[in-house]
């Protein structure tokens, strides 16, 4: 009975004014613009990013780092693995 931990409550930090609000994220969709109940200013995804969560919101911030290591580990699997393959069969009968 597992139940999947879905964050959809999510905090905005406004870089103008500094007001952080709860806000409710989309599973089908990415906000692209927010405007901030503080200043009113809306706010814009950095560039490169999806929507405004990926921009401002810590959480998807740190699953995105998440994301990056986890694909350094995997190329550095694969160069370790290379690196075996070439130790191991160096010289081993290839048909
Ligand atoms: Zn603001």
């Not at 597992?2 to 969709?29: D, F, Y």
Request: charged share 15%.
């Amino acid at each position: 009975m597992t139940e999947t931990a879905v964050i959809l409550q999510s905090t905005l930090t406004c870089p103008h004014c500094g007001t952080a609000k709860t806000e409710t994220m989309p599973t089908n969709a990415c906000l692209f613009f927010y405007e901030c109940t503080g200043c009113g200013k809306l706010l814009r995804p950095n560039a490169g990013d999806c929507c405004v969560f990926c921009s401002f919101n810590r959480n998807r911030r740190l699953a995105k780092d998440f994301e990056a290591t986890i694909q350094s580990a995997v190329t550095w699997l694969y160069i370790a693995s290379v690196k075996l393959n070439r130790a191991g069969f160096a010289g081993g009968s290839n048909s």
